[in-house]
């Protein structure tokens, strides 16, 4: 018999709301998982114990009352820490926002708890969503459940590693070039990237504003859909989400995808790839085939460019929107300075750190008078091309499969001093979140050391069903799950 920690968000939800189980004790499961696997994995930055008890005794309260308990009841969540929520402590892994607390709710977050979800605490992440690996925090390195000498995926690799290790049925995290699907990629999980203006941004701290996202890691493709289904939807303190309503995104997904079109970018190489991971892509695309659908390809010239615009745009939009941290209007204030600009400058150097300085750096150089047309204008040229490139491709296809990340998980310490490397992990959901389109990553099997791989789904603006409809499908035939017996991370 399971115990409660390993079951799906959905199931979960289900036995709360039938009282099969109490939110109290699901709590209480996920809690005791934690307390044996975080010495090891080091996922969390900091659990709010007794609000998760207390939060779990008015759900269940409500539902000895006979009030709605809402889709998510007492579904655990490990919250990113660039996420805000009234009364917590906030830091985006970043030494500059110690001593910070969130005087509002992010509406992501307010709209989790109305749906009755339980957030554990918040969770690891690379410094202000700045990197692939969770090894970039002010505070400590995530090691990813699968081997603990290999790092979660980044940014958000915190919540990866507890939804993958079982402390929490359901992850949220922010998704600017592929922060949530990588580290889902690497951890074996489902993570969802929605369309831009999708899920309202009020209360997420910004990195690049163009791309940034939220979006849940969860272990199957049916929570990620629920999830989604929960977090979508207008919202009038944000100016840049869609007034479309939410869906349900659960309706339908079991429908298959026989005769749906999937396309296959021609410029992927997968002679490029290393042996189990061309292995595991080959297999993905047969699958998609056993399952009903049509393979076409299709073309992107412009793939080869996404990393170079990526880090044009999103530093350039980061060195902006970290200018607010400056030690007065926000930020720790050194200690010794004799004037305001050396306040600034000493502020900033002990509160960011290094790959922090550096895109900032890089982003104001971008901006600087005399290269701005040569570095910020010719990359949006380019973005436009990719833009026009995908739209003709979904045009072709309903949907748009590539390999998620071109690896499964690389060595702690392995990339850290070759930023180019480490950047290179985001070839492939880059071109999703320079264009705004809908992305979901899904495991597609293991290589050669039993490390996740994983395929990723972008489809037309909007159209998060058929993709997760895709997803559900290749789910089915990939027949790839977090299985229950699994103990990648027991201490002890």
């Given at each position: 018999?399971?115990?409660?920690?390993?079951?799906?968000?959905?199931?979960?939800?289900?036995?709360?709301?039938?009282?099969?189980?109490?939110?109290?004790?699901?709590?209480?499961?996920?809690?005791?998982?934690?307390?044996?696997?975080?010495?090891?994995?080091?996922?969390?930055?900091?659990?709010?114990?007794?609000?998760?008890?207390?939060?779990?005794?008015?759900?269940?309260?409500?539902?000895?009352?006979?009030?709605?308990?809402?889709?998510?009841?007492?579904?655990?969540?490990?919250l990113k820490d660039n996420l805000n929520v009234a009364g917590w402590p906030l830091t985006c892994g970043s030494k500059i926002l110690s001593g910070y607390v969130a005087p509002y709710t992010a509406t992501a977050i307010g709209q989790l708890l109305d749906a009755g979800a339980v957030i554990l605490g918040r969770a690891n992440m690379d410094e202000f969503a700045m990197?692939?690996?969770?090894?970039?925090?002010?505070?400590?390195?995530?090691?990813?459940?699968?081997?603990?000498?290999?790092?979660?995926?980044?940014?958000?690799?915190?919540?990866?590693?507890?939804?993958?290790?079982?402390?929490?049925?359901?992850?949220?995290?922010?998704?600017?070039?592929?922060?949530?699907?990588?580290?889902?990629?690497?951890?074996?999980?489902?993570?969802?990237?929605?369309?831009?203006?999708?899920?309202?941004?009020?209360?997420?701290?910004?990195?690049?504003?163009?791309?940034?996202?939220?979006?849940?890691?969860?272990?199957?493709?049916?929570?990620?859909?629920?999830?989604?289904?929960?977090?979508?939807?207008?919202?009038?303190?944000?100016?840049?989400?869609?007034?479309?309503?939410?869906?349900?995104?659960?309706?339908?997904?079991?429908?298959?995808?026989?005769?749906?079109?999937?396309?296959?970018?021609?410029?992927?190489?997968?002679?490029?790839?290393?042996?189990?991971?061309?292995?595991?892509?080959?297999?993905?695309?047969?699958?998609?085939?056993?399952?009903?659908?049509?393979l076409v390809e299709v073309s992107l010239p412009s793939l080869d460019a996404a990393i170079a615009v990526y880090y044009v745009i999103a530093t350039s939009e980061a060195s902006t929107n970290l200018a607010r941290f400056d030690g007065v209007r926000y930020g720790r204030r050194a200690e010794q300075a004799d004037n305001l600009l050396d306040l600034y400058l000493a502020s900033r150097s002990e509160g960011f750190g290094p790959e922090v300085k550096r895109r900032i750096m890089l982003g104001t150089f971008a901006l600087s008078s005399g290269y701005y047309e040569a570095y910020y204008g010719k990359a949006h040229g380019v973005l436009e091309r990719m833009r026009q490139e995908l739209h003709a491709a979904l045009d072709t296809a309903d949907v748009v499969v590539t390999p998620t990340a071109p690896g499964a998980a690389f060595g702690i310490g392995e990339k850290t001093d070759d930023p180019l490397a480490m950047y290179l992990s985001d070839i492939f959901t880059t071109p999703a979140s320079l264009t705004g389109l809908p992305a979901v990553s899904v495991p597609s099997g293991l290589d050669d050391r039993g490390l996740p791989l994983s395929l990723q789904i972008m489809g037309r603006p909007f159209e998060e069903a058929t993709v997760f409809r895709t997803a559900r499908a290749f789910e089915l035939q990939a027949s790839f799950r977090l299985a229950p017996e699994f103990r990648g991370a027991e201490a002890g």
């Open positions: 018999m399971s115990e409660l920690w390993e079951l799906s968000a959905e199931e979960v939800a289900r036995r709360v709301r039938s009282r099969e189980v109490s939110a109290s004790e699901v709590v209480e499961s996920a809690l005791a998982r934690t307390a044996r696997v975080e010495p090891l994995i080091h996922a969390w930055l900091e659990l709010f114990q007794e609000d998760a008890r207390e939060r779990a005794a008015e759900i269940d309260g409500r539902i000895r009352s006979g009030d709605p308990a809402g889709p998510l009841a007492g579904v655990t969540v490990s990197g692939s690996s969770c090894e970039n925090s002010a505070y400590q390195i995530t090691c990813n459940p699968w081997d603990l000498a290999t790092v979660p995926g980044g940014s958000s690799g915190g919540p990866a590693a507890a939804v993958a290790a079982g402390c929490a049925a359901l992850g949220i995290g922010s998704d600017t070039g592929g922060s949530v699907r990588q580290p889902a990629a690497l951890c074996g999980l489902v993570g969802v990237k929605p369309t831009w203006g999708r899920v309202s941004r009020y209360g997420l701290v910004a990195f690049a504003s163009s791309t940034d996202q939220i979006g849940p890691l969860t272990r199957n493709v049916r929570d990620a859909a629920l999830s989604l289904s929960v977090l979508a939807g207008p919202d009038p303190r944000d100016s840049t989400c869609s007034s479309s309503p939410a869906e349900d995104y659960l309706a339908g997904i079991e429908e298959g995808i026989r005769g749906l079109k999937v396309g296959v970018i021609r410029e992927i190489d997968a002679s490029t790839f290393d042996p189990a991971s061309a292995r595991v892509w080959r297999e993905a695309l047969s699958r998609l085939e056993a399952a009903g659908a049509e």
